[in-house]
């Protein structure tokens, strides 16, 4: 009997390591790879059409927080991330009014795919996110998702914004990501 109760504790014991280590490995594969991040501020994307090889771009900028007034006091919130040799790609956030930029933008967001025009801003819910380029005098609006996050530690550095997204339009999909060690204004 005592045989049976060592072999028990030691598979108990063996099963509750097992089940540490894995969960541990799951949060590491978890975490975003941010190896694109160089420097204190910038932004790197890759470009594909019908899923053939990309083209990278970078950037040195990340333009904003700036912040404009919609109807009933809510409000629109806009950073601007530009590239060498590919258009400024725009994120713009509605808001409801009493919610603050940080609780609008931190976060996984689902893209609206269109702007909002100003007439029907009036009554928004919550935060709507809309990513788009203006391209050859038209606005290309994306669908997918983005990702923002504050105070990352990468490299022994507190990043105050991090941002991912995967983002298409017709046949061009875009994923990057974008960085800023000191926000100013959120």
Request: proline content about 2%; aromatic content about 10%; hydrophobic content about 35%.
């Amino acid at each position: 009997m005592n045989i049976y109760r060592l072999l028990f504790s030691g598979l108990l014991a063996f099963s509750l390591i097992s089940c540490s280590n894995s969960d541990d490995d799951d949060s590491q594969n978890n975490q975003p790879d941010l190896s694109f991040i160089t420097g204190a501020e910038g932004c790197q994307i890759e470009v594909k059409i019908d899923n053939l090889d990309g083209v990278t771009y970078s950037g040195q900028n990340v333009l904003g927080w700036d912040t404009s007034q919609l109807l009933s006091t809510n409000y629109m919130t806009q950073l601007r991330l530009t590239h060498d040799g590919f258009p400024t790609l725009n994120i713009r956030f509605f808001v409801e009014s009493g919610i603050s930029v940080e609780n609008a933008v931190v976060g996984e967001n689902g893209l609206i795919g269109m702007d909002i025009p100003l007439q029907d801003t009036e009554s928004l819910s919550g935060s709507q996110a809309h990513m788009f380029i203006f391209e050859n005098s038209e606005t290309t609006s994306f669908t997918g998702t983005l990702e923002i996050r504050q105070n990352v530690v990468y490299l022994d550095t507190v990043l105050d914004m991090v941002g991912t997204f995967e983002i298409t339009s017709g046949n061009r999909t875009i994923t990057g990501g974008f960085w800023k060690q000191d926000v100013s204004q959120w």
